[in-house]
């Protein structure tokens, strides 16, 4: 037997390079799928003689699971809801009829997607309880208040800074209900981490360009985000919280959110025909207008004395003014039925020297802060979060510094 020798090249004695395996997705998908980076699987029509070449294009599973309508052709916006998901999310057919209760739309359990489908992937896991909390949250937020819940419930399966603020808000207001019975209760553990989850997963988004379809989530985000920040406070004891803290605190933060929350309303524009937003405009506008166009008659007379008002004083020349006949106007309702406009105006359209004053802890400006925590929180629940400590705080604190101050002892809600 002969036996061959074999000689080897250059390129034979190489070692071998293990190759790593190639996704690749479909060239034929849709616009969602290439946006989400997964493989287009699509649906053939049953009955179909549709050739390779046909300009009508199948239905994507991963576009019919995920709720989207497939945008092949250019006139389909990106990630657009399609009809059968919003009618399972309203659960419902469309109805202009108030309904006694809103049923919460059916929920991933697991939501798994990027971030507005541009940034990194983020996965959110949604167990037995946070589904339950989330759907008490629902139901308050559907049948108390004119605000497209639904849509807004939707967008937070897509994008997961809008579901951490919404669980965030979710385990707040079970912490609301509670609130009676277990008074000065602080933020919980899960609370905090959603929160901050979702600042720091929306500040990511924000420094990206912002898309036209991102407009509604990102004005739901800092919609839910300043409540979050109004009700972030953790001292229990009243005599420990602001105003006895420095007012650098971070419990203040939420009296510096309005610029902000102001900017990205302009940059959002929830005003516009075609946002989710666009039927509630009027409470927007309704909350940045003066309540009365006359001045001082419309504020009472003990506020008018104490603010040291005279028949020149207007909203604009006197910091008080603006706050006094916010109050004033909260007296012609039952706490309980308060319009929330009405209740918000005192900080949506405040003077901007009264948030100084506020800060700086001037004894009037306590006094007007504590006299709106006294109307309005049997009519708000999360200011009622907040009011539960720092009510009690300002009236100790007026107490201890300005108890010489007969005026302000007097107007000082008696309950505390």
């Avoid at 070449?53 to 991963?62: G, I, V």
């Avoid at 959110?257 to 309704?286: C, H, V």
């Amino acid at each position: 037997m002969s036996t061959k020798t074999a000689t080897l090249t250059d390129t034979d004695k190489r070692v071998p390079v293990k190759k790593s395996r190639v996704f690749r997705r479909s060239r034929g998908g849709c616009r969602n799928c290439k946006l989400r980076k997964i493989k287009a699987s699509p649906i053939p029509s049953r009955g179909s003689n549709m050739s390779p070449n046909s300009s009508t294009k199948p239905q994507c599973r991963c576009c019919l699971s995920f709720g989207v309508v497939c945008n092949y052709g250019i006139n389909i916006p990106d990630l657009l809801p399609s009809k059968e998901a919003h009618s399972q999310w309203a659960g419902t057919t469309y109805d202009a009829r108030p309904r006694a209760k809103a049923p919460i739309p059916p929920l991933k359990q697991r939501i798994s997607s990027q971030v507005a489908s541009r940034t990194s992937s983020v996965t959110i896991e949604l167990d037995a309880r946070s589904m339950r909390i989330i759907t008490q949250f629902y139901e308050e937020i559907k049948t108390r208040f004119e605000f497209p819940a639904t849509d807004v419930f939707q967008f937070a399966q897509s994008y997961p800074f809008l579901m951490h603020a919404t669980l965030a808000l979710s385990l707040a207001h079970e912490r609301s209900l509670i609130s009676t019975s277990k008074p000065n209760q602080g933020r919980t553990v899960s609370e905090m981490k959603h929160f901050l989850q979702c600042t720091t997963l929306f500040q990511r988004h924000l420094r990206e360009d912002i898309h036209p379809v991102d407009r509604d989530p990102i004005w739901a985000t800092a919609s839910w985000l300043s409540i979050l920040l109004f009700i972030a406070i953790d001292e229990n004891d009243p005599s420990k919280a602001w105003p006895f803290k420095g007012s650098e605190t971070a419990d203040m933060d939420w009296l510096r959110m309005g610029d902000t929350k102001w900017k990205l309303f302009q940059l959002t524009n929830p005003n516009r025909p075609e946002s989710i937003f666009y039927p509630i405009s009027n409470l927007y506008a309704q909350m940045r207008t003066n309540i009365a166009a006359s001045g001082i008659d419309s504020i009472s007379p003990s506020l008018y004395e104490v603010c040291g008002l005279d028949g020149s004083s207007r909203h604009d020349t006197n910091p008080y003014f603006q706050a006094a006949q916010t109050i004033t106007n909260l007296g012609n309702f039952e706490p309980s039925k308060i319009p929330f406009p009405a209740a918000m105006s005192f900080i949506t359209h405040g003077h901007p020297d009264f948030k100084v004053l506020l800060l700086n802890k001037d004894p009037v400006a306590l006094l007007l802060h504590a006299l709106w925590y006294s109307r309005v929180r049997k009519s708000v629940w999360w200011i009622n979060l907040r009011a539960i400590t720092e009510l009690k705080a300002i009236c100790l604190y007026l107490r201890e510094h300005y108890s010489e101050n007969a005026l302000i002892m007097e107007l000082l809600p008696s309950d505390y």
